[in-house]
Each structure stands twice: as C-alpha cells, then as structure tokens.
C-alpha cells in the first residue's frame, strides 16, 4: 500500500476562485473541499468510496457538531 501524500487536485472556477480541492493520502484515504453553489463550503472525508459529507459553511454549523460528536467519543485523539 502506498504512503504519505498520494496526490493533491485544485480546480478553479471561472473567476479564480476555487472550487474543489481534494487529497489523497495513505493508503486509501481522501478529503475534500467543494464549494457549493451558494458560496458556502461541503467538506467530505473518506476511505476509498466510503465516508461522510458535511456543511462547513457556518461557525457552530455542521461540520463543527461532527467535529465535537468524535471529539466526545475518542478523547485520546483531541488536539487543540
């Protein structure tokens, strides 16, 4: 199986902003940020195929209550 940093993809959309990024690390592992239509931000993390998508868009939103839901259960792995 491969290591470290697999690949890195950036794609722009027509105004130079960026509209997706993704990485691909370890041996089958992915995260990504998608711009939505609306201006805000999806962020998705995975294992080859299977994984879970979140709203990262707001302060306290989506994203932040998954991060503390983990947080919670795997208290060994917390940074701050």
């Known amino acids: 199986m ?7 993809e950036v794609q722009k959309n027509v105004k130079g ?3 997706h990024v993704r990485l691909v690390f370890g041996p ?4 990504e940020l ?17 994984g879970f998508k979140a709203d990262a868009s707001q ?3 989506e994203l932040e209550r998954i991060i ?3 947080r919670a259960k795997h208290p060994a792995n917390v940074v701050d």
């Open 28 to 31: 089958h592992y992915f995260v």
């Open 2 to 8: 491969s290591e470290g940093i697999r690949s890195v």
């Open 59 to 61: 302060v306290n939103g």
């Open 68 to 70: 503390q839901e983990v």
């Open 34 to 50: 998608q711009l939505q239509p609306s201006g805000g931000v999806d962020f998705v993390v995975g294992a080859t195929h299977h």
């Open 17 to 19: 902003d960026y509209s």
